[in-house]
């Protein structure tokens, strides 16, 4: 289950991030859209989707007997995966600016970078001289680095409003507890949690990155088409579960009655697919969002305007 979920789980990740970088080039390309280019939202995307395509194949392709050479793979992956705390710094600390403001918060998101870069020299040096990818220490120096930088952090944004701290606090400690599980690129023996929690960091910190900075593009576009994937996976990872629970594991699963079943399973996550698409939008609209039912309200409106001949009036 394990193994099944880190194989999901990056998978998802790429999807994920590629439907984000392509919401960005498309907002950025749209004529007479009123978005602005933003490098740091850009550097979300292409730094996660990096990381999952290069953690993908450093993973995976070892257990099905391919061991080629992929030291390069881990050490852009594991760099690209710490910059993305200091980018979540940044995005914290300019709030609804377009940039960083005042030498205090500069500082702080001077010393993220900082950190994160050394790191990544660290993981190149690694590679170069053939030490354990990723470099242990450069990993210990993102945890405990970002660990700290809790406290300056929460200084220098009291302003902030208790949920956007929280949110950035919970997604700095998740990657806290990641860069520490990820100190050495072990073969996924882990429990299934263990894995969920070391593996597939990235994807909260790019949440947060989102939730500061972009709540509607956040809520409108990424964040129903996100947990509509994740729910679809979710259910095809349940139904392979399930399958695997109720199969011997002393026999494989070449009998055409276990084909079929999985071959069904398959066939009725496509066809849900519609009705979760419909069900996470209107989960995210009614519950989180509290919007109004627009057919009624485009009624109610109508059904009021008729009642006047003056236009003055009406729209009063």
Not at 151 to 159: E, K, S, Y
Request: proline fraction near 6%; charge should be positive; charged fraction near 15%.
């Amino acid at each position: 289950m394990s193994e099944l979920l880190n194989l999901v789980g990056l998978s998802t990740g790429i999807v994920l991030y590629a439907m984000l970088l392509l919401m960005v080039v498309r907002a950025e390309r749209t004529p007479g859209a009123r978005t602005r280019f933003d490098p740091l939202l850009l550097a979300t995307a292409v730094l996660g989707l990096v990381w999952n395509l290069c953690a993908l194949p450093a993973y995976e392709l070892p257990k099905v007997g391919i061991d080629g050479p992929l030291t390069f793979f881990v050490a852009v992956g594991f760099s690209a995966l710490g910059f993305l705390p200091a980018v979540v710094v940044q995005s914290v600390l300019r709030g609804e600016q377009d940039r960083v403001r005042g030498w205090p918060r500069r500082l702080v998101a001077l010393t993220a970078y900082t950190v994160s870069a050394i790191a990544a020299i660290l993981h190149a040096r690694a590679a170069w001289v053939g030490d354990p990818l990723p470099s242990p220490f450069g990993m210990r120096l993102l945890t405990y680095s970002f660990v700290a930088l809790v406290v300056p952090l929460a200084a220098v944004t009291r302003g902030q409003p208790g949920a956007r701290r929280a949110l950035w606090a919970a997604a700095l400690s998740i990657f806290a507890v990641s860069a520490l599980h990820l100190n050495q690129l072990h073969r996924g023996d882990a429990s299934w949690p263990v894995e969920l929690l070391g593996h597939h960091a990235s994807l909260p910190l790019a949440f947060a990155i989102l939730y500061q900075d972009f709540p509607f593009a956040l809520a409108d576009l990424f964040l129903k088409r996100a947990l509509t994937l994740v729910a679809l996976v979710g259910g095809a990872i349940l139904g392979v579960a399930a399958v695997g629970a109720i199969h011997s594991p002393d026999v494989p699963l070449r009998d055409p009655r276990d084909v079929g079943l999985l071959v069904t399973l398959w066939v009725a996550t496509a066809l849900l697919y519609p009705k979760i698409r419909d069900a996470i939008a209107w989960f995210v609209d009614t519950i989180l969002l509290h919007r109004p039912d627009y057919t009624t309200l485009r009624a109610r409106i109508s059904e009021r305007a008729q009642r006047h001949e003056d236009a003055g009036a009406m729209l009063d």
